[in-house]
């Protein structure tokens, strides 16, 4: 269907908008919001990154009213809109409401940019193309940054700066996923020749990016999505050159930041000045590589031709598999020669272990068994961990089992796992439809689902936005373009109004109750007074959360309110029984007479806590 220029116009205010908002985001910790005390930015990036979208979202479906929805985009939202329900609904059996309530908002902005992105698409020619191309720009701050806290560290760098290359995102796993999503849109800006050169550079700082950060989940998702690109897209020539010139100019940089010692060193010293000289070398570097991009593709334009005529034998699947078998085999033998526990650097990245994974999916999957159906609530999974975890470290408190089907499995049982499935399902009918024309989108999608068998996107706004959005391009994509009813239309725009709304309270009350909650946290640290006051009026802000409980219990026991104390964490343990820091703070604030039956109860729940550790009034999450 034709828009009309005005109509035009306003879809690419919105998409650039929607892009903007991701790349704030991104910038602000990437809205990842782990529900302890003090909150972060993150928290606060969530929320109104949850109030902003779904705003867009009611501005892009009111601009795509005249269009049919087909099939796939109405089975992913049908499906995605279901799991945000079960999601909700599992508030009420989960054994930690509020996370269970932050669990909902996160897949709740999940479905904003799925929504929002189907409904951009269908106003826009091209729609995989043009929306992989503006994530691989939106990129470019957040990739800036990053790399910045390296060059310019007494600028950029975070306090708790760590050689896994992690701002601003704060997470080196997920700022590596948001630097592979720029493979689709730069492929795409190398089959132009005027734009081939930017499209290099930046995909040689988000090569240099995944190098830094260390991460092996990324460099998997990186693979994916490089080989969607080149085997999907057109211009493959062009495409392997921009990518050989990418590689050539990334290499030089990534060395010196993998080997030298002030950017490697465990920890990082807190005085970024003594980083300054290593800093502005990389820096140096950095320049010199984005040249070596800007002017390598034409000289490896030939090799880029020939590597091409190669790919399209059908002996060439067979070939690369062969070698990525023997590259497989041999990271094995150097990685028992380097180490198997390396953290940092390089030899993290060929470490063979699992970081404690396979231990997290027994705990999931044992999480399952117990309430197979239902799940065991969203946001439930630290307690599982805590439940079923063979021995008590309380320095690893994981949130997630790294493990995406595990998780949904472990929180949301059956039910939870086959929405996701459903919705998963409606994506491929999408791409298939769409076919070829679905691949740059499709690039970002698969190096999300990669990277999620291993690692944490589901929970990172900053990585869930973009792979949603795309979602929502390819079953835009796979629709059959025709018009819809006037009255179709508004009954649609109704329906996502009133979920907005929805969304948009759910994220500023839950956000507000957070921030009440750390400001009792903070006082109660200088003026446990004054913090136990502000603790008792948040823990009404927030009636699901025990936080303002155990730290007005906590600033109580401190003025020597024995009973007052004991009282809060009684009205812990009766907001959440079924969790473990609840009776923790009641072992901690009660007389003797009542500490032996909270002591018996917490075991059970933490059946291999630390018993040296002494009792706390601490969330522990």
């Given at each position: 269907?034709?828009?009309?220029?005005?109509?035009?116009?306003?879809?690419?205010?919105?998409?650039?908008?929607?892009?903007?908002?991701?790349?704030?985001?991104?910038?602000?910790h990437?809205?990842?919001?782990?529900?302890r005390?003090?909150?972060?930015?993150?928290a606060?990036?969530?929320?109104?990154?949850?109030?902003?979208?779904s705003?867009?979202?009611?501005?892009?479906v009111?601009?795509?009213?005249?269009q049919?929805?087909?099939?796939?985009?109405?089975?992913?939202?049908?499906?995605?809109g279901?799991?945000?329900?079960?999601?909700?609904?599992?508030?009420?059996?989960?054994?930690?409401?509020?996370?269970?309530?932050?669990?909902?908002?996160?897949?709740?902005?999940?479905?904003?940019?799925?929504?929002?992105?189907?409904?951009?698409?269908?106003a826009?020619?091209?729609?995989?193309?043009?929306?992989a191309?503006?994530?691989?720009?939106?990129?470019?701050?957040?990739?800036a940054?990053?790399?910045?806290?390296?060059?310019?560290?007494?600028?950029?760098?975070?306090?708790?700066d760590?050689p896994r290359?992690?701002?601003?995102?704060g997470?080196?796993?997920?700022?590596?996923?948001?630097?592979?999503?720029?493979?689709?849109?730069?492929?795409?800006?190398?089959?132009?020749?005027?734009?081939?050169?930017?499209?290099?550079?930046?995909?040689?700082?988000g090569?240099?990016?995944?190098?830094?950060?260390?991460?092996?989940?990324?460099i998997?998702?990186?693979?994916?999505?490089?080989?969607?690109?080149?085997?999907?897209?057109?211009?493959?020539?062009?495409?392997?050159g921009?990518?050989?010139?990418?590689?050539?100019?990334?290499?030089?940089?990534?060395?010196?930041?993998?080997?030298?010692?002030?950017?490697t060193?465990?920890?990082v010293?807190?005085?970024?000045?003594?980083?300054?000289?290593?800093?502005?070398?990389?820096?140096?570097?950095?320049?010199?590589?984005a040249a070596?991009?800007?002017?390598?593709?034409?000289p490896?334009?030939?090799?880029?031709?020939?590597?091409a005529?190669?790919?399209?034998?059908?002996?060439?699947?067979?070939?690369?598999?062969?070698?990525?078998?023997?590259?497989?085999?041999?990271?094995i033998?150097?990685?028992?020669?380097?180490?198997?526990?390396?953290?940092?650097?390089?030899?993290?990245?060929?470490?063979?272990?699992?970081?404690?994974r396979?231990?997290?999916?027994?705990?999931?999957?044992r999480?399952?068994?117990?309430?197979?159906?239902?799940?065991?609530?969203?946001?439930?999974?630290?307690?599982?961990?805590?439940?079923?975890?063979?021995?008590a470290?309380?320095?690893?408190?994981?949130?997630?089992?790294h493990?995406?089907?595990?998780?949904?499995?472990?929180?949301?049982?059956?039910v939870?796992?086959?929405?996701?499935l459903?919705?998963?399902?409606?994506?491929?009918w999408?791409?298939?439809?769409?076919?070829?024309?679905?691949?740059?989108?499709?690039?970002?999608?698969?190096?999300?689902?990669?990277?999620?068998?291993?690692?944490?996107?589901?929970?990172?706004?900053?990585?869930?936005?973009?792979?949603?959005?795309?979602?929502?391009?390819?079953?835009?994509?796979?629709?059959?373009?025709?018009?819809?009813?006037?009255?179709?239309?508004?009954?649609?725009?109704?329906?996502?109004?009133?979920?907005?709304?929805g969304a948009?309270?759910?994220?500023?009350?839950?956000?507000?109750?957070?921030?009440?909650?750390?400001?009792?946290?903070?006082?109660?640290?200088?003026?446990?007074?004054?913090?136990?006051?502000?603790?008792?009026?948040?823990?009404?802000?927030?009636?699901?959360?025990i936080?303002?409980?155990?730290?007005?219990?906590?600033?109580?026991?401190?003025?020597g309110d024995?009973?007052?104390?004991?009282?809060?964490?009684?009205?812990?343990?009766?907001?959440?029984?079924?969790?473990?820091?609840?009776?923790?703070?009641?072992v901690?604030?009660?007389?003797?007479?009542?500490?032996?039956?909270?002591v018996?109860?917490?075991?059970?729940l933490?059946?291999?806590?630390?018993?040296?550790?002494?009792?706390?009034?601490?969330?522990?999450?």
């Amino acid at each position: 269907m034709t828009l009309s220029a005005q109509d035009a116009r306003v879809v690419i205010w919105l998409s650039v908008l929607a892009l903007a908002g991701w790349t704030v985001l991104s910038m602000t910790h990437g809205g990842i919001d782990l529900g302890r005390l003090p909150v972060g930015a993150g928290a606060t990036a969530l929320a109104w990154g949850l109030v902003g979208g779904s705003a867009l979202t009611v501005a892009a479906v009111v601009r795509s009213r005249r269009q049919a929805w087909g099939g796939p985009l109405m089975l992913a939202v049908a499906a995605m809109g279901a799991l945000v329900a079960w999601s909700a609904l599992s508030i009420a059996w989960a054994p930690a409401p509020d996370r269970a309530w932050l669990a909902t908002n996160r897949v709740a902005i999940g479905l904003a940019a799925l929504v929002t992105g189907a409904a951009l698409a269908m106003a826009t020619r091209d729609p995989a193309r043009r929306f992989a191309i503006g994530v691989a720009i939106a990129a470019v701050p957040v990739l800036a940054w990053a790399l910045g806290s390296r060059v310019v560290p007494e600028l950029l760098a975070p306090i708790d700066d760590a050689p896994r290359l992690a701002a601003p995102i704060g997470h080196a796993n997920t700022l590596a996923l948001v630097a592979v999503f720029v493979v689709p849109g730069t492929l795409c800006l190398a089959s132009q020749r005027r734009w081939r050169q930017a499209g290099a550079i930046i995909l040689m700082l988000g090569l240099l990016v995944v190098a830094m950060s260390g991460s092996r989940s990324g460099i998997l998702a990186l693979g994916a999505a490089i080989a969607v690109g080149l085997w999907l897209q057109a211009d493959r020539p062009a495409m392997l050159g921009a990518l050989g010139a990418a590689v050539f100019g990334a290499v030089p940089a990534a060395v010196y930041a993998l080997a030298a010692g002030p950017l490697t060193t465990e920890p990082v010293l807190g005085d970024p000045a003594g980083r300054r000289g290593a800093g502005l070398v990389l820096g140096g570097l950095i320049i010199v590589g984005a040249a070596i991009a800007a002017t390598m593709g034409d000289p490896l334009a030939p090799a880029a031709r020939r590597v091409a005529r190669w790919l399209d034998r059908p002996a060439a699947g067979r070939i690369v598999l062969a070698a990525t078998g023997v590259a497989i085999v041999g990271g094995i033998a150097l990685a028992a020669l380097v180490g198997r526990n390396a953290n940092t650097g390089a030899k993290h990245v060929i470490s063979l272990s699992s970081n404690n994974r396979t231990a997290w999916w027994g705990q999931a999957w044992r999480g399952f068994l117990d309430a197979p159906i239902v799940g065991n609530g969203a946001g439930s999974f630290p307690l599982t961990h805590i439940a079923e975890r063979a021995v008590a470290n309380e320095n690893l408190q994981v949130r997630q089992p790294h493990q995406l089907g595990l998780e949904l499995m472990s929180e949301l049982g059956l039910v939870g796992l086959l929405l996701g499935l459903t919705a998963l399902a409606a994506v491929a009918w999408g791409a298939r439809r769409a076919g070829r024309a679905a691949a740059p989108a499709l690039g970002i999608v698969l190096a999300f689902l990669v990277q999620a068998q291993l690692d944490i996107p589901w929970t990172s706004p900053a990585a869930t936005i973009p792979a949603m959005g795309a979602a929502g391009v390819i079953v835009a994509m796979g629709a059959r373009p025709q018009a819809t009813s006037h009255a179709v239309g508004l009954v649609r725009i109704g329906v996502v109004a009133v979920v907005a709304v929805g969304a948009c309270v759910s994220a500023l009350v839950l956000w507000h109750g957070e921030r009440r909650a750390t400001d009792a946290d903070l006082a109660a640290a200088a003026d446990p007074a004054r913090g136990a006051a502000l603790a008792h009026s948040a823990a009404g802000s927030a009636p699901l959360s025990i936080g303002p409980l155990l730290v007005e219990a906590r600033a109580l026991a401190s003025l020597g309110d024995r009973s007052g104390a004991t009282s809060a964490a009684r009205r812990a343990v009766d907001r959440q029984p079924d969790n473990p820091f609840a009776w923790e703070c009641l072992v901690a604030v009660a007389d003797t007479a009542q500490r032996a039956g909270a002591v018996q109860r917490w075991t059970r729940l933490d059946p291999h806590r630390d018993t040296t550790r002494v009792a706390t009034c601490q969330p522990g999450w």
